[in-house]
């Protein structure tokens, strides 16, 4: 015990803080729950899914991000993603990298409004998200680097990735960029109800109830990307069109 409260008592001390709760868990628990999942197929009970959207909810939060936006922002980019499966066919789990990537695009504000995209891409690879190896950090935190899809496919940052990985990050960065222009007001104005297909057109159909001229005029600059990696151009079509 003396030695435990003397490292607590330094850890208080050089932090500053008046309180220091400690786990009921230790290391000797993760070691037995992964022995009974190794050698006794134990199914753990909590979705490991959870523990990386708690890990990045808890990383916005660090850094003070607009949450409102950033989850108005999510749900967007997730129900545009679900609308397009045909065109993009990702597997499963590059939906979990944009939800991730959605809730952290705007991280990096709490630094700078300069570069923010970068500032985010260096916060998020230098914190551990519970359930993702390096790789996968790195190619959400190149989601949230370029959110605003203002970037050339060939951009050397993403030259060190696989060719499959690059390419999924491009599909998703054109769909994050989308889903963003779309509360450029940061007043979650816009729902997306459908999407249709028309020769080299998406038509994505939404729903507002509110003045949302700043959300399509937004939109209009930042469909280049999507257009070029998805050979469709989106266009936005309000509910109370014809279109069924």
């Known amino acids: 015990m003396v030695p435990a409260s003397i ?14 709760i400690l786990s009921e868990l230790d290391l000797a628990d993760g070691l037995l729950y992964e022995m009974a999942a190794e050698e006794h197929s134990y199914r753990y009970r ?14 916005a939060n660090r850094f003070r991000t607009d949450k409102k936006h950033n989850r108005h922002v999510r749900d967007l980019a997730l129900r545009l993603y679900d609308l397009t499966a045909k065109q993009h066919g990702l597997p499963k789990e590059a939906r979990d990298y944009l939800q991730v990537a959605a809730l952290l695009h705007n991280i990096g504000k709490y630094i700078s409004l300069e570069n923010d995209g970068m500032l ?3 916060i998020i690879v230098s914190n551990e998200l519970i359930g993702l190896d390096a790789r996968e950090i790195r190619m959400i935190g190149l989601i949230a680097c370029f959110h605003n899809g203002h970037l050339d496919p060939n951009e ?9 990985d690059k390419l999924m990050v491009l599909k998703l960065i054109s769909i994050l960029a989308l889903a963003n222009s779309l509360d450029a007001g940061h007043k979650a104005k816009i ?10 057109t998406l038509e994505i159909l939404i729903r507002s109830d509110q003045d949302h001229t700043l959300e399509s005029w937004n939109f209009n600059n930042h469909t280049d990307l999507f257009l070029q990696v998805f050979g469709l151009n989106p266009v936005l079509k309000l509910s109370s069109s014809k279109i069924i």
Do not use: C, H, W
Request: glycine fraction near 2%; avoid cysteine.
């Open 7 to 20: 490292v607590i008592d330094e850890i208080l001390a050089f932090t500053g803080v008046n309180q220091f």
């Open 120 to 122: 985010s891409y260096n």
């Open 191 to 200: 729902e997306i109800l459908k999407t249709r297909r028309l020769e080299n």
């Open 156 to 164: 050397p940052m993403l030259q060190s990735l696989s060719a499959s």
């Open 46 to 59: 909590r979705n490991p899914a959870e523990n990386v959207l708690e890990a990045a909810t808890n990383l």
